[in-house]
Nanobody, 125 residues
Framework: QVQLVEAGGGLVQTGGSLRLACAAS????????MAWFRQAPGKEREFVGG????????LYGDSAKGRFTISRDNAKNTVYLQMNSLKPEDTAVYYC??????????????????WGQGTQVTVSS
């Protein structure tokens, strides 16, 4: 069973940076796509970005382009989300997700069948 554990959230000022980590276990992830989503109060879960585990191909949502970077460490089975130039509108609970398949990076949350517990990111103005 796939287990995902996020870490690295917290409180940061506008313009600051945070790096989230998602430790994955319970499966061989070579044929998986990993993704980050976020959900703010009263809003739908939003695709932030995704990465294919083996090839490292990435795809970003519009809100993340140019500011966020997804990477992975195969040896540690960990995926990272580096967030720079943070804005108050980035405030949300950030979730790590996984799904089998690497043909394309899917952006719909309901296509992912494994989720972490989420980590809160708060950006103060």
């Amino acid at each position: 069973q796939v287990q995902l554990v996020e870490a690295g959230g917290g409180l940061v000022q506008t313009g600051g940076s945070l790096r989230l980590a998602c430790a994955a276990s319970g499966h061989t992830f070579s044929k998986y796509t990993m993704a980050w989503f976020r959900q703010a109060p009263g809003k739908e879960r939003e695709f932030v970005g995704g990465i294919t585990w083996t090839s490292g191909i990435t795809l970003y949502g519009d809100s993340a382009k140019g500011r966020f970077t997804i990477s992975r460490d195969n040896a540690k089975n960990t995926v990272y989300l580096q967030m720079n130039s943070l804005k108050p509108e980035d405030t949300a609970v950030y979730y790590c997700a996984a799904r089998p398949g690497t043909v394309r990076i899917v952006t719909a949350a309901n296509e992912y069948n494994s989720w972490g517990q989420g980590t809160q990111v708060t950006v103060s103005s």
